[in-house]
């Protein structure tokens, strides 16, 4: 009986005994003393947990900047950054295996993964101007008084683009200013038919792969890109009183920017899927094919990258047509657009060949949430020596390791969910090591990866802070970029840097979308995973571009260049690895997770309030109105499903929710932005499946909003317009569902 057991456990005692006696009663006046004093000290225990909390996170937060070093990061980009490393070769290899080696020190337990890609080198290249004069182009960079030894400098890649067809044409050269859309809409405004021609393009304004598929769309046989020194060169030294390299950081008359020329991403030859070893490929001729590139195809002609240098006697010998006042360059003559009488011959040859590459990655374990995994990352190849782009980013994800493994080492912090530290391959050719990444691991990444966080070009100056992210993470970063001061001025945090880049009507800093430039593509355009990206920048590029840029994918980006001209003690580096230390924490370690969908929920009505500027704009006489009205009506409810979710999570931080019912709220944070997935791909563009979030049709570096419906509002395709509207719905529907936490 209930008794007989009682009394086993010695519950069940003499009525006399203690446990068996009325509690002693107290007056009122007694029960409101006591009362006080219980308050009192529930108070005092409450407040000395509070200060013991926040103490031990100060006390961590020391740790974990103490680990964040200048010094680590000076040390990095010196030696990564020491010789040339193109992607698929040795040096390249050895890079990897730097990287390795410092993982294995932290205690990241690092690997690596390996893919056999399609990429080109140049064999050999002759551009002559061959009436009505004669020059034959050197496209030979200069060697500079900067301390990098002739044979050193002798073993980067000579001048060329990544992914240029081999080609032998002799042909009319016509000038396209920037190579934008609308400067190829102008020339055939003025009759000028592209068909069979040679084209040059200055470097500036949107991707340089662009300019030169849209030559090729209209029919030229050749493009030859340069940098004007209007853009980069001694005319904007002089706007801002600096010189030009060694002296100063501007580009000289020989330095030349490569890089690649395919609007893709990912090896060419498996298009949407894995380069395994075992992988079904399609060949060279196939990769060139809209189709079966699905929407992304190699050029088809030879494309050159000159410096100005070069391009000048090129330039001179054009007459026909003058060109507008926003065409006109920096150097001493009118530029004219041709076409002719200049005639160029152009002959390329290129080296096609299946390479191998290199990623290589280190990974914390989480301690409760072990299969959620925070991932970031930072390419390693380079077109030269890269102290910059991309070195100045893979010292900052060294960095940010190091502060993290040290804090880790302590015994005060392990991350609630796992961190990777990826080192990708061969981004500077298509993005190729992160996404045959996020190709292998597609599954896994959708059901696990909370966010990605990237660096690139990490400091190209000290003046602005310049992130690009997903709205939903916004927030965190505001957060993130309050706590780290500014090196040199302790009253100044890196978020009133963000303020100096740019503010919206409220006067906040801006987030903008992320195109396709760096490795954070994959993540978010292919597998809906959140994506934030970190960068310093100067302020220079308030009035043109900034002074980086002017080294970008030249031999001028040297350590020397680093060291006199950007970031000349290391602070700024250790600085932003501390802001990607401290946002990456809240994501690991926050019991929910910390996005905020009314964030993205405003974003989502301003992008239908810039389509329908656009659509206005584009056609006056469309009842906007009317054609927007589903999409709209989606949005709305959007709004009000995110509202709810921050509700949801304001009650469950207040409750401390834990375990299933704190993971199930994360499901529908994480899963959200899945949502927006379209697996069949954009139209017409099959390799990109976010139908929120895509680059640019005509610029590949710039983020577009709902990408589809605004290509096909460019193009003056209303009835694809109205179509889109109603396919992209389905999916802000389906989103909003996730949010809500509907049960089919």
Same mark, same amino acid.
């Not at 020059?135 to 000579?158: L, S």
């Not at 994800?397 to 502060?403: D, H, I, K, L, W």
């Not at 139209?683 to 419906?709: K, T």
């Given at each position: ?56 996170? !100060? ?24 010789? &040339? ?5 040795? !040096? ?12 294995? !020190? ?90 069979g021609t040679v084209v040059i393009v200055r470097y500036g304004k949107i991707f340089r792969g662009d300019k030169c598929a849209q030559a090729e769309k209209l029919g030229a046989l050749a493009c030859l890109i340069y940098s004007d020194p209007a853009d980069d060169g001694f005319v904007r030294a002089e706007q801002v009183n600096q010189t030009v390299y060694a002296e100063g950081p501007w580009r000289t008359n020989t330095s030349v920017q490569r890089g690649s020329m395919w609007t893709g991403n990912g090896d060419p030859t498996t298009p949407g899927y894995p380069s395994t070893n075992n992988a079904p490929r399609i060949n060279y001729t196939q990769t060139q094919d809209p189709l079966l590139s ?28 003058? @060109?507008?006042?926003?065409?006109? @360059? ?59 782009? &991309?070195?100045?980013?893979?010292? +900052? ?143 220079? !590029?308030? +009035?043109?571009? @900034? ?59 301003? @992008? ?77 563009r099959q390799m990109l499946r976010n139908v929120v979030w895509a680059p640019g049709q005509f610029d590949s570096y710039a983020g577009e909003l709902f990408p589809s419906i605004s290509d096909a509002i460019t193009l003056g395709l209303w009835d694809d317009v109205r179509d889109q509207i109603n396919y992209v719905t389905i999916f802000v529907y389906a989103s909003r569902a996730i949010l809500r936490g509907d049960v089919l």
């Amino acid at each position: 009986c209930v008794e007989e057991n009682m009394e086993r456990e010695g519950l069940l005692s003499d009525p006399e005994s203690p446990s068996r006696r009325k509690p002693p009663s107290f007056s009122l006046p007694e029960k409101i003393i006591l009362g006080v004093i219980g308050l009192f000290f529930l108070s005092l225990v409450i407040a000395c947990a509070v200060m013991i909390t926040r103490s031990k996170t !100060e006390g961590n937060r020391q740790i974990l900047f103490n680990g964040i070093t200048a010094d680590g990061a000076k040390k990095t980009i010196h030696d990564l950054s020491y010789v &040339p490393h193109i992607a698929g070769s040795p !040096e390249n290899l050895k890079a990897a295996q730097y990287i390795f080696d410092l993982y294995t !020190e932290f205690g990241l337990n690092p690997w690596n993964e390996t893919f056999n890609v399609l990429i080109n080198y140049p064999i050999s290249r002759v551009v002559e101007l061959v009436y009505p004069t004669y020059y034959n182009a050197t496209m030979e960079e200069g060697v500079w008084d900067d301390g990098t030894p002739p044979e050193i400098a002798a073993m980067a890649v000579p001048t060329f683009c990544g992914y240029s067809a081999s080609g032998n044409v002799t042909a009319t050269l016509v000038y396209a200013n920037y190579g934008r859309r609308e400067d190829y809409d102008y020339l055939v405004s003025q009759g000028v038919d592209l068909t069979g021609t040679v084209v040059i393009v200055r470097y500036g304004k949107i991707f340089r792969g662009d300019k030169c598929a849209q030559a090729e769309k209209l029919g030229a046989l050749a493009c030859l890109i340069y940098s004007d020194p209007a853009d980069d060169g001694f005319v904007r030294a002089e706007q801002v009183n600096q010189t030009v390299y060694a002296e100063g950081p501007w580009r000289t008359n020989t330095s030349v920017q490569r890089g690649s020329m395919w609007t893709g991403n990912g090896d060419p030859t498996t298009p949407g899927y894995p380069s395994t070893n075992n992988a079904p490929r399609i060949n060279y001729t196939q990769t060139q094919d809209p189709l079966l590139s699905k929407g992304f195809p190699l050029p088809k002609i030879p494309i050159q990258p000159l410096a100005w240098g070069d391009a000048e006697p090129l330039l001179r010998a054009l007459g026909g047509h003058v @060109g507008p006042a926003g065409w006109q @360059g920096g150097l001493n003559f009118t530029y004219n657009i041709g076409p002719g009488p200049a005639k160029v011959h152009v002959h390329l040859e290129q080296n096609y060949t299946m390479a191998t590459i290199w990623n290589v990655y280190g990974k914390i374990d989480g301690y409760e949430e072990t299969d959620r995994v925070v991932l970031l990352g930072a390419h390693r190849d380079a077109w030269t020596f890269g102290s910059i782009d &991309p070195i100045s980013g893979t010292a +900052s994800v060294v960095e940010t390791a190091r502060g993290l493994t040290t804090l880790f080492k302590s015994g005060n912090w392990a991350p609630r969910r796992s961190i990777i530290f990826c080192s990708w391959d061969a981004e500077e050719y298509g993005l190729i090591g992160s996404m045959e990444y996020t190709d292998l691991h597609e599954k896994t990444l959708m059901q696990r990866a909370v966010a990605y966080f990237n660096f690139d070009v990490a400091v190209a100056g000290t003046d602005l802070f310049e992130p690009l992210g997903i709205p939903s993470m916004w927030s965190a970063l505001v957060d993130a970029s309050k706590q780290v001061t500014v090196p040199g001025n302790a009253s100044r945090t890196v978020y009133d840097m963000w303020l100096a880049s740019s503010v919206d009507s409220r006067g906040l800093p801006v987030l903008p979308a992320p195109g396709a430039g760096s490795d954070f593509a994959g993540f978010i355009q292919r597998l809906g995973v959140p994506v934030c990206h970190l960068q310093f920048g100067s302020a220079l !590029e308030k +009035s043109g571009q @900034g002074p980086y840029m002017a080294a970008y994918h030249s031999n001028m980006d040297s350590y020397y260049w680093v060291s006199h001209f950007d970031d000349k003690s290391f602070e700024f580096h250790a600085a932003l690895a501390r802001v990607m230390s401290v946002i990456v924490t809240r994501f690991t370690d926050d019991q929910i997770l910390p996005f905020n969908w009314t964030d993205y929920s405003a974003a989502l009505q301003e @992008g239908v309030s810039a389509l329908t500027a656009h659509a206005n704009r584009t056609n006056p006489n469309e009842n906007t109105k009317e054609l927007f009205a589903p999409l709209v009506e989606s949005v709305n409810g959007f709004v009000h499903a995110a509202k709810k979710m921050d509700k949801e999570i304001q009650e469950a931080l207040k409750q401390k929710v834990s375990g299933v019912a704190a993971r199930a709220i994360n499901d529908r944070l994480m899963l959200a932005e899945r949502a927006f997935i379209d697996f069949n791909g954009l139209n017409g563009r099959q390799m990109l499946r976010n139908v929120v979030w895509a680059p640019g049709q005509f610029d590949s570096y710039a983020g577009e909003l709902f990408p589809s419906i605004s290509d096909a509002i460019t193009l003056g395709l209303w009835d694809d317009v109205r179509d889109q509207i109603n396919y992209v719905t389905i999916f802000v529907y389906a989103s909003r569902a996730i949010l809500r936490g509907d049960v089919l």
